[in-house]
């Protein structure tokens, strides 16, 4: 009860607001039945992306220290940043077990000024539509390269191709000369050179394009807990060949002295390349809605993580120990066009893209239409042209040219660090701040968050949040903790608290820092390496 003696709204109906049970499914949203290892394998999913071929060159560009340590730092941080979030999203009201629907956009539209909230939604739409329309760009290019590989052949219809009316002038003659095909189907039997499309500089809609669509846009209109086969066989897929690489890496032969401590030269976008492929922050709350009961939250987050890391680690030291440094630019392409590999390491060129790729289209495409419907944006319908249909119209714009490589840099360096550094991080100052905590952890009266959360129903469909009240009451040097007010209010003195309650181990927690001062610390911090990654990006332009 807020001041006012009325109900607070929840954001969205639970199993003790009178709504479906904990396993059943809203309409449009997935039930709480992820176990833990579907759960690590979707995390960890969100982290290893197409970049991973391109970690063995800055190894071999900047040596093994520099690049090792960014990965761990990476790895500590977006962790904590993820243990931050939940931890502000058990603190919404009678969430504590994570029985409501909140979404990142709902929780946005709960704790931010309007301003920022709609700020926050549209920098999450864009990039994820981003991540995916660049997932479907690759994919579908890969495709049509395993069709040639096989068949010898693949089809595309031209939409239009640059190259087909491409004029110059002919000092000779006085004569403007037009070059090209008007072919409006066009077949070919090899992938060009040195070209991302097979098809060259053409927007087309490919053979591959199609069966990339066929096979990935139903799971779209499943839910989260619908996909989660997908995820542990992309997974499966993604180790193994990571797996057969490096056995034949070491078959080939490791030389220590390609990558050593310290490189000269070689550093540009070293800290780019390895920070955007943690980009998996923002997708937690979708994840924390449909999560088992069961399934621990530090656990899930901690071995996603340690996983996507040592996968990248050990592809990027034994694959640039392995190959010549003029080759290690692409691992696949390397692999691909030296005969010394084995078969099964080539056909992995082909499997890694998908599994890696496709793995991560539908996840988007749902994680889209949830956070448009949990903030009352648009209907389901409309949720699902933009969040399913959209990004396939937009990748046929990208499919050919440079346009592919220059959304991937624009949208990471302006973005990527914000949605999953820097904005989770403020989630949690924020809640901290409208709860009423001392720095030290003890509860205030928490009468003024409560009454924001009453005058700010998520569940509205009819209207946007009103910007909360940030006013904090203070209760005196003797409120309870919050462990002890936990457990006061359950009515249990030995209730084991969630996993959730304390992002920092014990250790730490009681004699190093507390959360709240380095929620502060790593929050300034992101907000560093958020300005040096855009500067990175605006100096390789320049």
Request: aromatic fraction near 12%; proline fraction near 4%.
């Amino acid at each position: 009860m807020g001041d006012s003696g009325e109900e607070e709204a929840p954001l969205l109906p639970g199993p003790k607001d009178g709504g479906p049970a904990a396993s059943e499914a809203l309409d449009g949203f997935g039930g709480k039945s992820i176990g833990f290892l579907a759960s690590m394998c979707l995390l960890c999913n969100n982290m290893c992306s197409s970049g991973m071929v391109q970690i063995p060159a800055t190894f071999q560009g900047a040596g093994w220290l520099f690049p090792t340590t960014i990965f761990l730092v990476m790895t500590a941080l977006s962790c904590l940043a993820a243990l931050y979030l939940c931890k502000a999203v058990s603190w919404v009201q009678g969430n504590r077990e994570f029985t409501k629907r909140v979404e990142f956009s709902g929780f946005a539209r709960a704790v931010f000024p309007r301003w920022l909230y709609l700020l926050t939604v549209a920098v999450l739409i864009f990039s994820f539509t981003a991540n995916n329309i660049s997932a479907i760009v690759v994919s579908a290019q890969v495709m049509d390269s395993t069709i040639v590989a096989v068949t010898r052949h693949t089809c595309a219809l031209v939409i239009y191709d640059r190259d087909s009316h491409t004029s110059h002038y002919n000092n000779a003659t006085n004569t403007t000369i037009t070059t090209g095909s008007d072919a409006v189907f066009r077949c070919i039997d090899n992938v060009p050179p040195g070209s991302d499309s097979p098809f060259g500089r053409a927007y087309v809609i490919s053979i591959g394009f199609l069966v990339v669509m066929a096979a990935v846009v139903p799971l779209g209109y499943l839910n989260l807990d619908d996909n989660m086969w997908v995820q542990v066989g992309g997974i499966f897929l993604l180790v193994s060949c990571v797996m057969v690489w490096s056995a034949q890496f070491i078959d080939l032969g490791l030389h220590a002295s390609r990558i050593p401590a310290v490189a000269t030269g070689g550093y540009d976008g070293v800290i780019s390349n390895i920070v955007f492929n943690y980009g998996y922050v923002a997708t937690v709350p979708s994840w924390l809605n449909e999560k088992g009961p069961g399934v621990s939250i530090v656990t899930a987050n901690l071995t996603a993580v340690v996983l996507a890391t040592t996968l990248y680690l050990v592809l990027g030291v034994f694959g640039a120990m392995a190959l010549d440094g003029s080759s290690v630019q692409d691992v696949l392409s390397a692999i691909d066009s030296d005969s010394r590999f084995w078969t099964v390491s080539q056909v992995g060129t082909y499997v890694f893209p998908i599994a890696s790729l496709l793995s991560s289209i539908p996840v988007f495409a749902i994680l889209i239409r949830y956070n448009l419907l949990n903030t009352g944006i648009c209907s389901k319908r409309t949720a699902n042209i933009v969040a399913v249909l959209l990004p396939w119209l937009l990748a046929l714009f990208f499919y050919t040219g440079n346009q592919l490589n220059m959304l991937i840099d624009w949208s990471s360096a302006a973005f990527f660090v914000f949605l999953n550094l820097t904005i989770p991080l403020y989630m949690y100052i924020r809640q901290y701040m409208l709860k009423g905590f001392h720095h030290d952890g003890s509860a205030w009266d928490d009468s003024a968050y409560r009454h924001s959360q009453s005058l700010s129903p998520i569940a509205s469909t009819s209207s946007l949040l009103q910007p909360v009240n940030d006013d904090i009451i203070d209760a005196g040097d003797h409120a309870p903790s919050l462990e002890a007010a936990y457990r006061v209010a359950h009515d249990h003195d030995d209730l084991p608290l969630p996993d959730a309650l304390y992002v920092l181990p014990r250790w730490m927690r009681m004699r190093v820092v507390s959360e709240i001062t380095l929620a502060y610390f790593l929050f300034i911090f992101t907000i560093l390496l958020a300005f040096a990654s855009m500067a990175e990006q605006i100096q390789t332009v320049w």
